[in-house]
């Protein structure tokens, strides 16, 4: 079946531009996760979303990052007035509920210049 | 703050040879991952290891669990060059709901 996906696959941007990144997960996953992997910083945890509860949001570096989940499926990670140290990959994961194994999506990799 | 070490940070070692490597954690979990990426690639999931005393085996990867010490290892046995990527372990801290915390990655290298 179809796994995680994620677009674009790549961003270049113009430091202080705005970037929306999207996530489609595997479908009937309930659970969303974001995750970013920098050179400097390896892999961090971002956002949660888990059914109609409250985001989890605690990962966000930066009141500059939001993200949403509409209908319980696609996600979009917004940044605002990107700056340079946003420049990493962007990960999307899902998961069932229960003990989650978390599937990867393909990424996006955000170049801010 | 939940931390998550794995060591060696870069392995290169022959085909045909056994290594093991190591995570260790801070604090109390019996959630444990594995997963592989290969260089401009996302993350492939290798292992799930939800109990103490936890092994599973795919092929020249075993991993294991040991929820007392904190520790997983994943053991490579007669290494082949198509096992050259890089692994990541990552826990899920018993507070944090599902959220995955990351080691920082070993860099396995098999040379023919």
């Known amino acids: 079946g179809a796994g995680v996906s994620q677009s674009p696959s790549n961003k270049v941007t113009e430091k202080g531009k705005d970037v929306e990144l999207r996530c489609d997960p595997i479908s009937g996953h309930t659970a969303l996760y974001w995750y970013r992997q920098s050179l400097g910083q390896g892999l961090e945890f971002l956002i949660y979303f888990q059914g109609n509860s409250a985001p989890d949001k605690s990962g966000l570096p930066s009141d500059r990052f939001s993200a949403e989940r509409t209908g319980g499926s696609v996600s979009t990670l917004t940044i605002q007035r990107t700056q340079q140290e946003d420049s990493a990959v962007y990960l999307c994961a899902s998961s069932f509920t229960g003990p989650p194994e978390q599937f990867f999506g393909p990424g996006t990799r955000l170049t801010v210049l | 703050e939940l931390k998550v070490e794995q060591n060696p940070l870069f392995l290169s070692m022959q085909e045909g040879k056994n290594y093991t490597i190591y995570c260790n954690y801070s604090?109390?979990?019996?959630?444990l991952y594995w997963y592989r990426q290969d260089p401009g690639k996302s993350l492939e999931s290798l292992f799930v290891?939800?109990?103490?005393?936890a092994v599973k085996q795919e092929g020249r990867l075993m991993a294991s669990l040991d929820t007392k010490a904190r520790l997983s290892t994943l053991h490579i046995t007669a290494a082949v060059h198509d096992l050259s990527a890089t692994y990541f372990c990552a826990v899920v801290e018993e507070t944090s709901g599902s959220r995955l915390t990351f080691g920082e990655g070993t860099q396995l290298t098999v040379n023919p």
């Open positions: 290891l939800l109990s103490n005393g």
């Open positions: 604090t109390t979990s019996d959630r």
